[in-house]
């Protein structure tokens, strides 16, 4: 994903950001507020083009129907747990239930969170936070993407559900590559991750978790493991060039 460049008219938010991403494994996206990583992810995920205000240059994922946004704030549209997987089911007409339920199952299985098999027919609503957060990773798991994009996923949850969703993640990046924002670093380090600094717009640094938290290369990750902040002039060079806008409805599954 090299050079991309993100601009609200003539505010950038984002200029030449340059980033490998996971093939399997998470990346963390760590930086101060403001920094533009959920931009970042909304970009990724080609949910973009649902802004037209946002002018976005640069390359793109060549196919960003492989790639899940799991997003804040946001409410469940479907009434109960098996409907809201089930109906993000590839080919979901072509399977019958029984097919269905074992596609189900396997992946509670896979992604460690069998405790949701027994909650299928209840409502959204009755799930506490950490539980509709497992489920908002489990659908985007069922859509078999190459990338999923998580945003924060971990923040406002108490430890034990905390726990519960880092070992979902974790079991997840062994199936497709991650990309995980957040401020906690313990996340990072649980995780396992690499860590990408975003700060000033562009990325500052990257590099291993342990090594990042100890010892960071960057004068921009020395303040931010020091402070947790490291806020930097936004970028001042708006997009240029031909605007890039790959097409993809937007899906992201939001709590």
Known sequence: MPD??????????????????P???????????GAGKSTLLRILAGMHTSQPELVVSGELMPDPDAVELVAQRAVNYVSTVRENLVSALPNRSRLTRLEQEEILERLFTRLGVEQLSARKEEKMLALGAGERRLVAIVRAAVRQPQLVLLD?????????????????VRRLSMLCGVVYSTHNRRDALELGASV??????????VGEAKRFFLNPSSTAGLQYVDSGNCALPAPSIPPSGETSRAALIPRGFRW
């Open 4 to 21: 991309l460049t993100a601009a609200y008219g003539e505010r950038a938010v984002l200029q030449g950001v340059n980033l490998e991403l």
């Open 196 to 205: 990408a600094l975003l700060s000033g717009g562009t990325i500052q640094e």
């Open 152 to 168: 924060e996923p971990s923040v406002g949850l108490d430890e034990a559900e905390r726990e519960t969703l880092i070992d979902c």
């Open 23 to 33: 093939a399997r494994g998470v990346l963390a996206l760590m930086g101060p507020g």
